[in-house]
């Protein structure tokens, strides 16, 4: 199976600036690349898919780009409600999989 | 407005099998192109796609997991179920139920709230 790594696990950045997350898959997965975003006690939210497509309603500060296995989704000008848990999945294989998630706090 | 929500038990002992069921609105699993996966999520850890299942009945499990699941769908209720074997205390997760979008049926737009299951004797 295709393993992701997130990286950083933790991301510290200060409200208004830009946080870059990466992500990487063990081996090619294409463009086949979603982004979810996960508050405490809540579902997960789709952000991304096909690598740089923003889903219906997320902000235009979400950005995606990459492919093959090198991932990254930047958040422009971040507002308190960023500051929480990012996942990236692959689906371009069997099973689909996950990364552990990055963790963005608040500098 | 597409909505998803799971059903179950919350207690299951070691051994037992689980039954969720998952009751959606808004959308028509018997649609092309539609799909519904299960995705757990273990207190504090990563999230773990399980299986989909898609409008034309067509299935796919994760590989380690394989043998002791079973998804399956009620186009007339609106219900997708999943069924897992020889529940273990590491089974303790969140459950989800979510769809996934027609242009990538991989990624998953709309999920349920997900239903706590713990794994006890």
């Known amino acids: 199976e295709i393993v992701m790594t997130q990286s950083p696990a933790t991301l510290s950045v200060s409200p208004g600036e830009r946080a870059t997350l990466s992500c990487r898959a063990s081996?090619?997965?294409?463009?086949?690349l979603a982004w979810y975003q996960q508050k405490p006690g809540q579902a997960p939210r789709l952000l991304i898919y096909?690598?740089?497509s923003r889903a219906t309603g997320i902000p235009a500060r979400f950005g995606g780009s990459g492919s093959g296995t090198e991932f990254t989704l930047t958040i422009s000008s971040l507002q308190s409600e960023d500051f929480v848990v990012y996942y990236c999945q692959q689906y371009n294989n069997w099973p689909y999989t996950f990364g552990l998630g990055t963790k963005l706090e608040i500098k | 407005q597409v909505t998803l929500r799971e059903s179950g038990p919350a207690l299951v002992k070691p051994t037992e099998t689980l039954t969720l069921t998952c009751t959606f609105s808004g959308f028509s699993l018997s649609s092309t192109g539609m799909c519904v996966s299960w995705i757990r999520q273990p207190p504090g850890k990563a999230l773990e796609w399980l299986a989909r299942i898609d409008w034309d009945g067509d299935e796919h499990h994760t590989t380690s997991l394989k043998t002791r699941l079973t998804i399956s769908k009620d186009t007339s209720k609106n219900q997708v179920v999943l069924t897992m074997t020889n529940m273990d205390p590491v089974d303790t997760a969140t459950y989800y139920c979510?769809?996934?979008?027609?242009?990538?049926?991989?990624?998953?737009?709309?999920w349920g709230p997900g239903t706590m299951v713990t794994v006890t004797s």
């Open positions: 081996q090619s997965v294409s463009s086949d």
């Open positions: 096909g690598a740089s």
């Open positions: 979510v769809r996934g979008i027609v242009a990538a049926r991989g990624a998953f737009d709309i």
